[in-house]
């Protein structure tokens, strides 16, 4: 166990933050999975927030870029292809 104050403090700011990435992850993957089952005229409506949310993630490094880069342009294409 940690025996600096600083160290207990960068463990409780360190689950703070995974739990926090890992919500946004979540929210994300369910956003994507509900684009996925959309008709055309949903799916064009959502697809703007679902892009924004992946550019997110990858700002912030929860994912990676080139994660980000393929899972946008999937979707594009599945929505092109409704």
Same mark, same amino acid.
């Given at each position: 166990?940690? /025996?600096?104050?600083?160290?207990?403090?960068?463990? %409780?700011?360190?689950?703070?933050?995974?739990?926090?990435?890992?919500?946004?992850? $979540?929210?994300? %993957? /369910?956003?994507?999975?509900?684009? %996925?089952?959309?008709?055309?005229?949903?799916?064009?409506?959502?697809?703007?927030? =679902? =892009?924004?949310?992946?550019?997110? *993630?990858?700002?912030?490094?929860?994912?990676?870029?080139?994660?980000?880069?393929? *899972?946008?342009?999937? *979707?594009? $294409?599945? =929505?092109?292809?409704?």
């Amino acid at each position: 166990m940690a /025996n600096h104050k600083s160290a207990l403090k960068r463990i %409780r700011n360190s689950e703070v933050k995974r739990l926090r990435n890992k919500y946004q992850h $979540k929210t994300t %993957r /369910n956003a994507i999975k509900k684009l %996925r089952e959309a008709d055309k005229s949903e799916a064009e409506t959502l697809f703007p927030s =679902v =892009v924004s949310m992946i550019d997110k *993630l990858a700002k912030k490094n929860i994912i990676h870029n080139n994660k980000a880069a393929n *899972l946008k342009s999937k *979707l594009s $294409k599945h =929505v092109a292809a409704l």
